[in-house]
């Protein structure tokens, strides 16, 4: 009974062009960078949670957007799934002064 829920490792298909996709991620996501990040995306109207319209607008950068697409499907689920997590993890603080960006309207 004392057995916590454990997701399965799924291993990564392409791990170098992986690796510079979830770098860029993390680099956008970092404390000095979210905001700026937040504040491009409400000035382009953009839920952050949305993220195949994020990378495909070029926010994440051009060898985030050109790498995504190399990926397989379960790599790139695992990019979305990382990148989602990085977008619960901002903050309260952060995440309250751009209050259009993060609603699900």
Same mark, same amino acid.
């Given at each position: 009974?004392?057995?916590? =829920? +454990? *997701?399965?490792?799924?291993?990564?298909?392409?791990?170098?062009?992986?690796? $510079?996709?979830? %770098?860029?991620?993390?680099?956008?996501?970092?404390?000095?960078?979210?905001?700026?990040?937040?504040?491009?995306?409400?000035?382009?109207?953009?839920?952050?949670?949305? =993220? +195949? *319209?994020?990378?495909?607008?070029?926010?994440?950068?051009?060898?985030?957007? $050109?790498?995504? %697409?190399?990926?397989?499907?379960?790599?790139?689920?695992?990019?979305?799934?990382?990148?989602?997590?990085?977008?619960?993890?901002?903050?309260?603080?952060?995440?309250?002064?751009?209050?259009?960006?993060?609603?699900?309207?």
């Amino acid at each position: 009974m004392g057995n916590m =829920f +454990e *997701q399965a490792t799924i291993p990564v298909e392409n791990p170098m062009v992986f690796e $510079s996709v979830k %770098a860029a991620i993390e680099v956008v996501f970092a404390p000095p960078s979210v905001g700026k990040f937040l504040l491009r995306l409400e000035k382009a109207k953009l839920r952050v949670r949305h =993220f +195949e *319209q994020i990378l495909d607008r070029g926010f994440l950068g051009d060898p985030a957007k $050109s790498g995504y %697409a190399q990926l397989g499907d379960s790599d790139r689920g695992q990019i979305r799934e990382l990148y989602l997590r990085s977008v619960e993890q901002v903050p309260q603080d952060i995440r309250g002064k751009y209050l259009k960006v993060y609603a699900y309207y």
